[in-house]
């Protein structure tokens, strides 16, 4: 009997994105407001990007394809207006709410 691969935490999160919209504007969500890690933004965003192609996404958000990858990588420090045009390529608004 064939036992089946695992599967990593990343590429489930992306299945599932990808299965669901509202799953990923909750994710989105839940990461905007974890404020002791801001990187989980980042993370959120790279995962919603892949899951809806990132050459697609690049392309709608107005931005290159290797800049969109370098400011969503690990590293990346990307721009406000570069998230504000990736959310907007992916059916989501940025939003701002009093604590």
Do not use: W
Not at 18 to 24: G, S, T
Not at 72 to 99: E, F, I, Q
């Amino acid at each position: 009997m064939k036992r089946k691969a695992s599967v990593s935490h990343d590429e489930a999160i992306i299945r599932r994105l990808r299965q669901n919209p509202e799953f990923a504007a909750e994710y989105l969500k839940a990461a905007v407001e974890d404020t002791d890690e801001p990187c989980v933004l980042l993370i959120a965003l790279r995962h919603v990007v892949q899951a809806r192609g990132i050459t697609k996404i690049a392309k709608a958000a107005g931005v290159e394809r290797e800049s969109l990858y370098r400011a969503l990588s690990a590293n990346g420090n990307p721009r406000l207006s570069t998230l504000y045009a990736v959310a907007k390529a992916v059916g989501l608004k940025l939003t701002v709410k009093a604590a």
